[in-house]
């Protein structure tokens, strides 16, 4: 099992930066896949940024140039620069845990608030 906590969530106001951390705790074996999602009231829950081991960083489209994140072992971070009112969302962590041929299984934190007001 693997624990994930966010943190960093609060309100902001536009134009301004947050960075946000998760940390993995726990019986952690090998973590393939990091990432930021995040769902706004009312729409469905979207990737915001994706890490794989020894590939490049991938993000929305909605973010590039503006969120940057980055993974510390078993952190990983989501740096926020320039935020919008649309920005305004519960921020969720998740990781993917690769078990060989035991299979993989992912994990979600329990998700931070960011507020940007405009």
């Known amino acids: 099992q693997v624990q994930l906590v966010e943190s960093g969530g609060t309100l902001v106001q536009a134009g301004g930066s947050l960075r946000l951390s998760c940390e993995a705790s726990?019986?952690?074996?090998?973590?393939?896949?990091m990432g930021w999602y995040r769902q706004a009231p009312g729409k469905q829950r979207e990737l915001v940024a994706l890490?794989?081991?020894?590939?490049n960083t991938n993000y929305a489209d909605s973010v590039k140039g503006r969120f940057t994140c980055s993974r510390d072992k078993n952190t990983l971070y989501l740096s926020m620069n320039n935020l919008k009112p649309e920005d305004t969302a519960v921020y969720y962590c998740?990781?993917?845990?690769?078990?060989?041929?035991?299979?993989?299984?992912?994990?979600w934190g329990q998700g931070t608030q960011v507020t940007v007001s405009s």
């Open positions: 998740a990781v993917t845990e690769d078990y060989g041929i035991l299979g993989r299984r992912d994990y």
């Open positions: 726990g019986n952690i074996v090998s973590i393939t896949i």
């Open positions: 890490i794989r081991a020894g590939a």
